[in-house]
């Protein structure tokens, strides 16, 4: 209490609470369970990092190779030697020519996706469908015991047949209308994610590196400004993501045959930022991470590879301040199954795991010797969140074979060409001169020519005949080296299977014609179509069905079933866009101007094939050709004017007959009413029919 009679609450010092927190921390990884776990990341992450050193020289060699820069052992032995050191950009423009390619392919002007889901033969739709298209198959079977006679079985029969077929179109287009709001929503979470910017980086690593890796879908908590109650407000949400992984920072099991067989090792280079809103997530310890913070200038936190360096000067980077930073902490992310014993060994609750024997898959973070998060995988298949292919796969083995692996051999022969090539025509470009020095007076200088100079000799002191300068012609080998150079340049074509009229350079032959280089381009569309078969099997197909798994695990919305298979385009695409869009347009001009055909497809056939055509425009759909409810009231209102048209007719028709017969519709004409409308022997005509003679 104080003097004015108020209680006084103590107030603890920041500087106390960093040094509890940090106690605790303590306290916690010095437990036998994140000792265990720490020594475990530590093992995995040693037998990994040295199983890569070589496919990390590797790596190296073709991120040298698209930059256009010799190894510094070539370089050295080069400068050693003297002459050009010119680098012919050959690698270069095939990546880039694959990467625009692939671009085209798989992403094209963005309104065309890479992927779509479709239902199967029988689509499992929900029990609310389900119930009202049994309900209209019963109404339709009343009116047969409505009269209560006995129905014959062949009529109940082919009554059961006609509605069943009927049940599997109704349901087929029900699931066809639900597959359409949900890829249009998926598709929406996949931009939000970042998924087009990250699918973009991956096609450029695939070409330059022996593979590519996407990662995703991971959930991350981000900030967003949205209106809530009618005001713009900055909320949290989650949301899924994916992103590119750099090659150089994902580590596997030494002896896995694909990426996911073993466990796999993310290495991530952290700012204080990015610890800092992992506090308060699900998942990882605060008090671990305040401990990271507290700790992170003391510079121990980094795990130095002699990749770092070699990979920063490859990337034209600084390397005092790209590598020799504060600002970054190294964080090892392990994917990997443990065995439940293991796990109870280490401290986790036995209820926690149901059979000691098996294995479990979890995630655990480390940086330095402090674990911050250590969690079961919570995908229900034990899957990991990555996903791998390379250029050119190899069986059997993770990476494959890049752009620039392929076309090393060619890139080395057109390199040496090219420096011989220089070197020579240096040399041969003009004559060159033998000097007999014992013909030159002191302090002559030998090295000057220009025309008109006048030169001193003086007479031997040995008899020596020989003339005090002579001038030869070094032989010139420029036709015979440029033959060489266009042999393994050409070479690089077969290799890599991108011509190089694939990037807009003239070619003789077949080239000479649109049709020829059509042609061309399509035999040179097989070699691709691997290639992108590879990105549809093992990138496309599996993101997209973990993503409609995830939203039927966590989304409410009643669109989702749970009946469906996701079909990559992208190898489709390359193959049948073009000639299906020529069948597509011949189609619809049969149908627009056939009358017969336009009656058969009907007008809500015909309006899907514009919706077809429309959708290769810069346009909104809708706006152009109508969806089909409002075709079906367009439909019904054109029935509804015909048939008003008809009724006026029939009633003009009737009119016009009973005009001709002097009475109204409805009406019979008098008998003495004759066909002009007079009336024989009546007071409105005047005239006495004539009589034969003899009547």
């Known amino acids: 209490m104080n003097g004015s009679g108020l209680a006084l609450m103590p107030v603890a010092r920041v500087a ?3 040094a509890e927190s940090k106690k605790r921390a303590m306290e916690q990884n010095a437990q036998p369970v994140i000792q265990g776990l720490a020594a475990h990341v530590k093992t995995r992450w040693d037998t990994a990092r040295l199983a890569k050193r070589e496919l990390e020289e590797r790596m190296l060699k073709g991120l040298r190779q698209r930059n256009g820069e010799y190894d510094p052992e070539k370089l050295a032995e080069i400068q050693k030697q003297g002459g050009s050191d010119i680098y012919i950009q050959l690698t270069s423009v095939k990546c880039r020519a694959a990467t625009s390619w692939l671009r085209d392919t798989l992403l094209g002007t963005g309104s065309d996706r890479p992927w779509s889901l479709e239902a199967t033969p029988i689509p499992e739709l929900p029990p609310d469908v389900i119930n009202q298209l049994q309900a209209k198959m019963a109404a339709k079977l009343m009116p047969l015991y409505a009269e209560g006679q006995s129905v014959p079985p062949e009529m109940l029969e082919e009554a059961a047949k006609a509605m069943k077929d009927q049940a599997m179109r109704e349901m087929k287009e029900e699931a066809d209308r639900r597959i359409d709001r949900m890829e249009t929503k998926m598709e929406d979470q996949m931009v939000e994610g970042n998924f087009l910017a990250a699918f973009d980086e991956f096609l450029d690593d695939i070409v330059t590196f022996p593979y590519g ?17 009618g005001k713009l407000t900055t909320v949290d949400v989650i949301r899924n993501e994916w992103e590119r992984v750099d090659p150089f920072m994902i580590y596997w ?34 008090d671990a991470i305040r401990t990271v913070l507290d700790d992170f200038k003391l510079g121990n936190l980094k795990e130095w590879l002699w990749t770092d360096s070699a990979k920063a000067t490859a990337e034209g980077k600084n390397l005092t301040y790209a590598l020799h930073t504060d600002d970054l902490v190294d964080a090892l992310q392990l994917w990997d199954t443990v065995q439940g014993q293991m796990l109870i060994d280490w401290g986790m609750k036995p209820e926690e795991i149901p059979d000691p024997q098996l294995s479990y898959p979890c995630e655990i973070w480390l940086i330095g010797n402090v674990i911050i998060r250590a969690v079961l995988n919570y995908d229900p298949l ?8 390379s250029y050119e796969n190899l069986p059997g083995s993770v990476d494959g074979k890049g752009v620039t692996d392929l076309c090393r051999d060619s890139q080395t022969m057109v390199n040496s060409s090219a420096r011989a090539l220089a070197n020579n025509m240096g040399i041969s470009s003009g004559p060159q001169v033998g000097v007999n020095i014992s013909r030159i007076p002191a302090g002559e200088e030998i090295t000057e020519m220009y025309p008109w100079k006048v030169w001193q000799f003086q007479s031997s002191e040995y008899n020596d005949s020989a003339p005090p300068l002579s001038f030869f012609q070094p032989g010139s080998n420029a036709q015979e080296l440029m033959s060489v150079f266009e042999k393994f340049t050409q070479r690089a074509d077969e290799d890599t299977m991108i011509p190089r009229y694939m990037t807009g350079e003239h070619v003789a032959g077949a080239g000479r014609t649109s049709s020829g280089l059509s042609m061309l381009i ?3 569309g097989k070699g691709i179509k691997q290639v992108i078969s590879n990105i549809d099997q093992n990138i496309l197909i599996p993101i997209v069905e973990r993503l409609y798994q995830d939203n039927l695990r966590y989304s409410n919305d009643p669109d989702f079933i749970g009946d469906l298979k996701v079909v990559a385009k992208g190898a489709q695409s390359l193959v049948i866009k073009e000639s299906e869009a020529i069948r597509r347009n011949e189609f619809l001009q049969l149908v627009l101007n056939s009358p017969i055909a336009s009656q058969i497809v009907g007008m809500n056939g015909t309006a899907e094939l514009l919706r077809d055509a429309a959708r290769n425009l ?13 075709v079906d009231i367009i439909q019904q209102q054109q029935e509804t004017i015909a048939q008003l048209q008809q009724q006026i007719a029939t009633f003009m028709g009737a009119a016009q007959e009973a005009m001709q017969g002097g009475g109204m519709p ?7 009413m004759l066909p002009d409308g007079s009336q024989v022997g009546g007071r409105e005509s005047n005239m006495v029919s004539p009589r034969p003679n003899g009547v």
Do not use: F
């Open 618 to 630: 810069s346009g909104n759909v809708d706006r152009i050709v109508p969806d089909r409810p409002t």
């Open 213 to 229: 890796v996407i990662k995703g879908p991971v959930k991350r908590r981000r900030k967003s400004m949205k209106y809530v109650d």
């Open 666 to 672: 409805g009406q019979k004409a008098p008998k003495n």
């Open 253 to 286: 099991a030494p002896w896995s045959w694909k990426l996911g067989d073993g466990y796999i090792i993310e290495r991530h280079r952290m700012t204080r930022e990015n610890l800092e809103s992992l506090i308060g997530v699900e998942g990882y310890s605060e």
């Open 16 to 18: 106390d609470l960093e």
């Open 522 to 524: 399509s035999n040179a």
């Open 382 to 389: 034990g899957r990991k969140p990555y996903y791998l292919t």
